[in-house]
């Protein structure tokens, strides 16, 4: 089996290597080939990346490249994890939103716009390359918006799934709650990537008790804090958002915040050239503890898990990904990407019914994906009235003033990745 990580020079990847390590009777992997144009950091990562192979014995070879056609050729699968325009940009998507007053944040609003419009492009362009050399090859998403840009290589007929790590996150504290194993806790998570909510929480499958009105009512305090929410919201909604609902239960408040200090982006560069020293040195030979402020706790495991039933052996398993919602959510179209529980197996991913859902969530769920819809016409086409389109149906711009100031700042700060501009 080969699987190829482009982005591999990420220093997110160190997590990912340890978990194919750990987990590599789950999924045997014979080559791991790590791909990034950035040859010094490849080298880096490439190297810890080896030594934990060898410490935990792992019996796989690792190479790295910066020749993308050579990294993919007949891989069985290919992750993305890549981020068009580096940090830099990520931190231009963090800051000019706000001089409109409006959230600065790489994957919703008006940045996850611009990090849509840049990525989008490139990543169609390696499907391409990937399908070329092996069409029967699974592309798992990492990349964010991981729903817009799972949404782009379905539509462009590609075998294609989205991941994200906020679903296994919440497995993992509420199985640690209640002091059962991981695999015991199924979730009823529903939504779109970075827009969901935990309606329930349920041990041994989807049919079991649901357990969430005592775990709110044991441990709601914390639950808050974890999310920067009031205790009263997760009261009077009986559910658990995702945090990135924040951004828009507290939008004010928010920007607020993000005004009178530095930019996530600019923390993450700081951490990365810690991170990135550290990976040079020839005796660390597993992912250091700072990793873990790096962000994508858990997503190793959820890779792994993905993987293996992409490309097992006929059987299925139920994790909770982005794919096609093909009636789940009958408010929506069927090619809209949904982040649901599905069972996946050799054929892709098939949703599982969900519960009815309340307006309260039906509604931001339905705006949100016609803002995708948008978003997405923009990224594949370009144009100035496409981008004012997209922010103007997003709710956390959706004022005539903020989309004009808004696609002139976003076209200013990309030009150079967008080739219409």
């Known amino acids: 089996m080969k699987l190829a990580v482009v982005g591999g020079g990420s220093t997110y990847t160190p997590e990912l290597i340890d978990g194919f390590a750990r987990l590599r009777d789950t999924l045997p992997i014979e080559e791991l080939v790590l791909v990034d144009p950035a040859a010094d950091r490849l080298e880096l990562v490439g190297g810890l990346a080896r030594r934990i192979f060898a410490k935990q014995g792992h019996p796989g070879t690792i190479t790295t490249t910066s020749d993308l056609d050579a990294g993919v050729a007949n891989a069985d699968a290919v992750l993305l994890q890549l981020r068009v325009g580096g940090q830099a940009a990520r931190r231009q998507d ?32 390696i499907a391409e390359r990937v399908r070329r050399s092996n069409p029967n090859a699974w592309i798992i998403d990492f990349t964010n918006p991981v729903g817009i840009v799972t949404r782009a290589l379905l539509q462009a007929g590609h075998k294609a799934v989205g991941l994200c790590n906020v679903a296994i996150g919440f497995q993992r504290k509420f199985a640690k709650l209640l002091d059962v194993a991981p695999a015991e806790v199924h979730l009823d998570h529903v939504g779109l990537n970075h827009l969901s909510w935990e309606l329930g929480v349920r041990l041994g499958g989807p049919t079991g008790e649901n357990l969430l009105p005592q775990l709110l009512a044991q441990h709601g305090d914390a639950m808050a804090d974890d999310l920067h929410l009031p205790r009263a919201v997760l009261d009077r909604l009986g559910v658990v958002p995702s945090y990135y609902l924040r951004y828009f239960y507290a ?78 959510l009958p408010f929506l179209a ?88």
């Open 334 to 421: 069927d090619d809209a990407v949904i982040e649901v529980q599905a069972r996946v197996d050799r054929t892709g991913a098939t949703p599982l019914a969900v519960p009815e859902l309340d307006p309260l969530y039906a509604g931001l769920i339905a705006n949100v994906t016609a803002y995708e819809d948008l978003a997405l016409e923009a990224a594949l086409r370009g144009g100035r009235d496409r981008v004012f389109k997209a922010l103007l149906a997003h709710p956390l711009v959706g004022q005539f003033e903020y989309a004009e100031a808004l696609t002139d700042k976003l076209i200013a700060h990309n030009r150079e990745h967008f080739a219409w501009a």
């Open 251 to 328: 939008h004010d408040e928010v920007v607020r915040e993000l005004a009178t200090k530095p930019s996530r982006a600019a923390e993450v560069a700081e951490m990365e050239k810690e991170l990135l020293a550290m990976y040079g040195d020839p005796a660390l030979d597993e992912k250091p503890a700072l990793l873990a402020k790096r962000g994508g706790a858990f997503y190793s495991e959820a890779a792994v898990d993905l993987a293996a039933s992409l490309l097992g052996d006929g059987g299925s398993t139920v994790q909770v990904v982005n794919t096609y919602n093909n009636g789940t």
């Open 94 to 125: 963090e800051t000019w939103p706000l001089e409109c007053g409006c959230v600065g944040q790489e994957t919703t609003g008006a940045g996850g716009l611009a990090k849509a419009m840049r990525t989008v492009p490139i990543v169609l362009d």
